[in-house]
């Protein structure tokens, strides 16, 4: 099993950044995909995740109408588009995922598989 984050880096506040993951090893299409991130001293926080039927989608209330998560199956990617960053976004971004996630569990951390994490700094 793997996933590999990419698509971090330095960007302005106000700037726009989409972060990719790319997976294997795993039935992509029959998981649910999350995003988390960590800022420097601070735990992990979820971030956005999309169930597995690719329509329902949870965010945290910090990123609402800023980001967007996308997947394409055809693909196994996950997307998560980040637009008016904020200083406070500035972290190591995490994606993950799981095939035993119901809707109601989306936001909690305990996915099976990780990523390894991408860096984004917002300078303000």
């Known amino acids: 099993v793997q996933l590999q984050a990419s698509g971090g880096g330095l960007v302005q506040a106000g700037g726009s950044l989409r972060l990719s993951c790319v997976a294997s090893?795993?039935?992509?299409?029959?998981?649910?995909l999350g995003w988390f991130r960590q800022a420097p001293g601070k735990e992990r926080e979820f971030v956005a995740a999309i169930h597995r039927d690719g329509v329902t989608r949870k965010y945290a209330d910090s990123v609402k109408g800023r980001f967007t998560i996308s997947r394409d199956n055809t693909k196994n990617m996950v997307y998560l588009q980040m637009s008016s960053l904020k200083h406070d976004d500035t972290g190591v971004y995490y994606c993950?995922?799981?095939?035993?996630?119901?809707?109601?569990?989306?936001?909690?951390?305990?996915?099976?598989?990780w990523g390894q994490g991408t860096l984004v700094t917002v300078s303000s």
């Open positions: 090893g795993f039935t992509f299409r029959a998981s649910a």
């Open positions: 993950a995922a799981d095939s035993r996630k119901i809707v109601s569990s989306l936001t909690n951390a305990d996915y099976a598989y």
